[in-house]
């Protein structure tokens, strides 16, 4: 079965809206374990825009939760994440300006960068992942950088499926580089603007072995509350290689 990782970075978006407490994404997270996903993701960003320090701290020492934190190369993030100790990382770009994490790493100019970070985190025994974008290039690159995962970022084909474009192109490039990267032996994650259809869609490729979703996943929890959301994402990865 596939494994569902969920973002909560936008409960932590709403209640700094308020600069108070409510709702509080700890919470969140031991909800979103009861609910039934397989591990939550949150994404300390160098402005602090939704979870903070502490939200990271206290997430991090719940007991038999799996965290993935989402860190930049910034050396001060680096070393937060190696005190806090979440189970895994997730390495993405960051630019200040950008409204979400808008394409993946650039590792080409990052590699060195990127190498020293995956080592430190490795002598740790936590799990390393690079947000790359699906392109063959990328997964050579990833394969010698060393690290464990990578996650590909499918913003672009969800946003073709959600205009209803063609986006058979984007689905292969996705699939090629899926199955490249397993044949490293590198374990394959997809993540960015997921919905049901999209997330539907890529179930179908045997190598993606988590989905990590958030914005539409919270979003649609307004509604219909995060136990019968999760359950319906955790439905649609059932019983897929
Ligand atoms: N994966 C990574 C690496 C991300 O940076 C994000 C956005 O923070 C997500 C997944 C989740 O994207 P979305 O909120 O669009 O579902």
Redesign the pocket.
Known sequence: MKRLGV?I?HVATIRNARGELHPDPLKAAKIVKKAGADSI?I?LREDRRHIKDIDAKKICKIKNLLVNL?ISTNPKIVNIALKIKPNYV?I?PENRKEI??EGGLDLTKNRGKLIKIISKFKKKNIRTSL?INPSLKDIEISKQIGTDCI?IHTGHLSNLIKSNKKYSNELSKIKKSSIMASKFGIEVHA????DYKSTRILSNIPSIKEF?????LIGESIFYGLFSVIKKFKKILKKKK
């Open positions: 973002n970075d993701t994404h989402e997730c993405v979400t994490t947000f996650e993540g960015h603007g997921l990590n979703i958030g914005h539409f």
